[in-house]
């Protein structure tokens, strides 16, 4: 008896919940860390960066006034979601970031463990934040955190799923949505991600995962009008400067990024959150 | 003083506000719709004007003003005619040493002072004021209410300032509260009727917008804050709305109504704060004793005694104006 | 008919204690700057109140350094308990001085002196009183167990609220453990000069506040110095892009509180005369020179024309003038420059069919004085609907229903304050979650506490002053 021969998976962008190819019809080779072809990725362009934001700033009504709650469970889901196909990321993970199964194993756990200790902030994070102002007059004062609105994500070029995990969970954790640029190198655990996303309840749109070059999207996304934010850790040291120079023409907020790629692996904390959330201040007299 | 006639002496409903009248149910509907107050706004816009900064020529002519808006006021139990008489001196001459000060407005005493009151001020300008509907708590029937009016009005008095049912109020009972003041107003003939709210029981803003409203549906030529006998009396807030209140009814119907708030005003600091706020909420017609008064009677000699300091350069001490 | 005319009740102008010339404040010291010295003038009369001296580039390197060695050898090593006490005496000092603050301000900026008197400087000193108390308290504000701060703060202030703004900026930075170099305006630099002196009474060591008036290259020497940790900047959108441009790809941490273009929304339910008074607040406080003035009245089209009529009534008592008058609502403008842009949207409102109309007050004939305007039929396609005009200009659009004042405010770039009124609850509720602003004021405008955080949203700014978020901007968390 033969060999049965692997039905291979054909890898594509995930936009606004579904999986299109990049309106370029553009692919990449993906290979493994030793160099072995392992998929043709979609290509995105700047045209798929546009139609990822449309998406995002449509679904971020919807996700933004889902309540703390539903969130939560979302994320949640997420987790249990991936569980379910640990051993796919192990494989993938270990292939594309060249770990040793250990190694695999436990960066694929962490990244689960990522989305469950998110999944528990959504409805606190406003708790731990938020405030009762003692203002010296008669009025009741309070300020809530709301979610800063589309945020553009250059993830990690070599942490493919921990460093993603890590910067795009906290975005939709505050009630943001997010458009992602994958690794470039290392995309294939990105896009069985958004396979995981599909499947977990998060709504279409909530998270666009593009695969493709930081350099070429990331100023697409710096520069768009209806960014938020942008999280510049995966662009090249080299471009964060002009990455940030084009933000600056909308007031984004940009996260500051350590040069290099921190230990994805350390203790996660309110950083990321608080980067994605405003400040709201609402006042009302006292009165009868 | 000219007894100008602000209203016509028929209570009729000005055109705008017929519906509102008709029956129980619409009055209930336009008072409720009335805009509400916020508390804490107009507490600050009238501690924001409050900070108004009189001087000079602008204080003695406020001082003046302030002096001839006066209801020179006795209403105790002990009030005999000799108190009364007193006061109507006082009232005609409050600084007798300095002749061009103006009189006062009226002098404001029971129905059964009024007989003397009216003989003390005869030809003097200064007019008589008499609370009647069973002043102060009006906790009494409607024969009594119109009864004691008429006392008064027989007696001479030119004005009549009535309490409103605030038990009828409370209870919603618009219409009830409505009627009486209508009844009242036709016993009044020629007088005119100042309605007192008592805004201290009334509780809220919204309550002294809608009370307003209601007393000049029903003809009240003045809406007046306060009987002095319940805490708190008149307060700024309370007659902002007020002036606001007759300052909409002017522009609704082209008609002029007074306002008077009553008791607790002592200074004639306090005394400039009202008439700031006549000056810049209601406007400047009311700057006059046909629009605006003030129901007190220590607030004349803190008046005369500032007046003095304008006039002389040096303040003056209580030993120099009368007690009476 | 009866007139009461207010006599003048003018403050006096002894009382701000002008000197002839004032000074940079560098290292605890009065320095000769070794720019070129300017002129600072009272915008209600045009006339010189003094020269100041002003920094150069080197000044600002000799300031940043003193900081530096300020922050390293003194402040950044003094326990919180102690940095407390300077901040607490910081506000008894503005306090004790506040007559004199006051009317310095009214003096530099145009002011109306009931403003500055009851508003910028007791809020100033409040703004001190509170972040004193967190200085020892930080490591319970939710930034982990030992929040560190930034190192040297370098802050530029606009002119609107000059000690105020400069209270907002210094006080949390000192709180934090953070030393300053400030520019205050270039025409406002007068009372930034005398809270110098307060720093000095205090005894505040010297190099912790730095204070450099100058024109914007000064500030812009600033934000590029590269001994500088913390950029923390309030002034116009356009200058707040510039600022992120160049601090971009830094280490600098950077804070922005931009312009804004506020709709304050008026419901058929409103408490109407004290929506009026809210609007007028909103707009011709402090001549409409304030960030968050609710300069788009959003109002509901079943009552737009009760609540103009009401709203003319009230402007029309609004008292333009001298701004020492303490009857004075409405001071001068701060500038020609301000004063032309005002007049430059004006006639664009008129240009696209708006319908003005001008309060009848008399306007002094010295001075840079612009009376209080009301445009009606205003769209959202008009230039007066989105442009920040920061003057004493109103600009009133209609709606129909809640979903379309939400469209209407939130159309926009801006999103940094907001007014509701309406005495439905779970309204006020709803719009104020549906804003995107930062503050959103309900049934009342313009109201300012330093325990309340305050800043934009989108493109008018990030970063948070007052209250416990707003430590986060002078700490390295």
Known sequence: MSDRISVAKTYKLYLGGKFPRSESGRVYPVTDSKGKFLANAAHASRKDVRDAVVAARKAFPGWSAATAYNRGQVLYRVAEVLEGRRDQFIAEVSSSEGLATKKAESTVDAAIDRWVWYAGWTDKIATVLGAANPVAGPYFSFTVPEPTGVVGVLAPQSSSLLGLVEVLAPVLATGSTAVVVSSAERPLPAITLSEVLATSDVPGGVANILTGRAAELGPWLASHGDVNALDPTGAAPADRVELAREAANTVKRVLTVPEAEPDWTAAPDLTRLRRYLEAKTVWHPLGV | MTATTSTSAAPATPAPLVDATRDDASLRRFLLGLPGVDQVGVEQRAAGLGTRSIKKDAKRWAIDTAISMVDLTTLEGADTQGKVRALAAKAVRPDPERQDTPRVAAVCVYPDMVATAVEALKGSGVHVA????????????????????????????????????????????????????????????????????????????????RASWLALLAGGDFIKTSTGKVSPAATLPVTHIMLQAVHDWHVQTGELRGVKPAGGIRTTKDAIKYLVAVHEVAGEAWLTPDLFRFGASSLLNDLLLQRRTQVDGHYSGPDYVTVD | MPVFEYAPAPESRAIANLKDSYKPFVNGEFVDGSGEPLKTINPATEEVLAEVGTASKSDVDTAVKAARKAYTSVWSKMPGTERAKYLFRIARLIQERSRELAVLESLDNGKPIKESRDSDVPTAAAHFFYHAGWADKLEYAGYGPNPRPLGVAGQIIPWNFPLLMLAWKIAPALATGNTVVLKPAETTPLTALVFAEICQQAELPPGVVNILPGAGDIGASIVEHADVDKI???????????????????????????????????????????????????????????????????????????????????VSTLRLGDPLDKNTDIGAINSAEQLAKIRGLVEAGDAEGAQRWTSPCPVPE???????????????????????????????????????????????????????????????????????????WANTFNRFDPAAPFGGYQESGFGREGGRTGLEAYLNV
């Open chain 3, 366 to 440: 010295r001075g840079f004085f612009f009376a209080p305007t009301v445009f009606a039929n205003v769209h959202q396609s008009m230039r007066i609907a989105r442009e920040e005009i920061f003057g004493p200009v109103l600009s009133v659009l209609t709606f129909r229903t809640p979903d379309e004042a939400v469209a209407k405010a939130n159309n926009t770039p801006y999103g940094l304050s907001a007014g509701i009124w309406t005495e439905k609850g779970s309204r006020i509720l709803w719009m104020a979650n549906q804003l995107r602003a930062g503050v959103v």
């Open chain 2, 130 to 209: 008499s609370v009647a509907t069973g002043f102060p708590a009006g906790r009494t029937s409607r024969e009594i209410k119109l009864a004691d009016t008429k006392i008064a009005v027989d007696a001479g008095a030119h004005e009549v300032d009535m309490v409103i049912d605030r038990g009828a109020f409370l209870e919603g009972r618009y219409m009830a509260v409505f009627e009486e003041i209508s009844a009242i107003k036709a016993a009044c003939g020629d007088a005119h009727l100042k309605v007192i709210l008592e805004t201290g029981e009334l509780a809220t803003y919204d309550n002294v917008r």
């Open chain 3, 232 to 314: 923390a900047f309030t002034g116009s959108t356009e200058v707040g892009k510039a600022i992120q441009r160049q601090v971009a790809g830094t280490p600098k941490k950077l804070t922005l509180e931009l312009g804004g273009k506020a709709a304050n929304i008026v419901f058929e339910d409103a408490p109407l005369d004290q929506a009026v008074e809210g609007i007028v607040n909103g707009i011709f406080f402090n001549q409409g020179h304030v960030c968050c003035a609710g300069s788009r009245l959003l109002v509901q089209e079943s009552i737009a024309e009760e609540v103009l009529e009401k709203l003319r009534y009230r």
